[in-house]
């Protein structure tokens, strides 16, 4: 079974919907991440979280809201999505001894019509 | 602030041929750096990574990159390609602050021709 899966990996949704994204991940790691990855841009982070008390905004956090919901659970939201918001979104675990190696989800692939 | 430059969008290489993919970054101090593989459909997978001691550092499936300070590179290389490289690339950079954040290049994707 992977280690970082992601539901759902593809969705489609309107102007307007609000959307949620989740991650889970059996690694038992503590920091989870969620990227988008547009085509040209590579990935960017939008929050970050250290644990469940901690949540952090990355560089693009605007539009987005996200929750930790446990270690291992770690959500995205699109409180109302909106057309350039369609991306490919990543989540992300890394564990406290090796901070920076992260390990990735195979991706949801969200498009805003 | 760190970033990474990429500054070749598209590659194509033959079987069996080598290749390199070249990553500049911009850290001020010393940094931590990465390479990760995606695959089509797939998540992203670390390659190699270089924290300090050797510049040339070895990964997994017979890639290898060198660090070159006096040049900011961090390059990827692998001998002979296989039909299975083709694959987008990703150069990451990361280091000295205490949010551990990565800062990704925008990606070199590889072709293979047979």
């Known amino acids: 079974d992977a280690d970082v899966t992601q539901t759902p990996r593809n969705r489609i949704t309107k102007t307007g919907k609000r959307i949620m994204l989740e991650c889970s991940q059996t690694?038992?790691?503590?920091?989870m991440y969620w990227y988008r990855q547009d085509p040209g841009l590579g990935l960017r982070l939008i929050y970050y979280?250290?644990?469940?008390?901690?949540?952090n905004k990355g560089e693009i956090s605007d539009g987005y809201s996200v929750s930790r919901q446990a270690q291992a659970k770690f959500s995205l939201s699109l409180e109302s999505a909106i057309p350039n918001q369609t991306a490919l979104y990543f989540c992300?675990?890394?564990?406290?001894?090796?901070?920076?190696?992260?390990?990735f989800g195979p991706g949801t692939r969200l498009t805003v019509t | 602030a760190q970033s990474v430059t990429q500054p070749d969008i598209h590659i194509t290489v033959s079987e069996g041929a080598s290749l390199e993919l070249r990553c500049n970054y911009s850290?001020?101090?010393?940094?931590?750096l990465f390479w990760y593989v995606q695959s089509p459909g797939q998540g992203l997978q670390l390659l190699l990574k270089?924290?300090?001691?050797?510049?040339l550092v070895q990964g997994i499936k017979g890639f290898e990159a060198e660090f070159k300070r006096s040049q900011s590179s961090f390059n990827l290389r692998k001998p002979s390609v296989h039909w299975s490289d083709a694959a987008e690339y990703f150069c990451?950079?990361?280091?000295?602050?205490?949010?551990?954040?990565?800062?990704f290049g925008a990606g070199t994707t590889v072709t293979v021709r047979a």
């Open positions: 270089y924290f300090s001691g050797d510049t």
């Open positions: 690694k038992g790691h503590d920091r």
């Open positions: 979280s250290f644990d469940v008390k901690d949540i």
């Open positions: 850290y001020g101090a010393t940094p931590y």
């Open positions: 992300a675990t890394s564990d406290l001894e090796s901070p920076y190696e992260q390990y």
């Open positions: 990451a950079v990361g280091g000295g602050s205490n949010d551990y954040k990565l800062s």
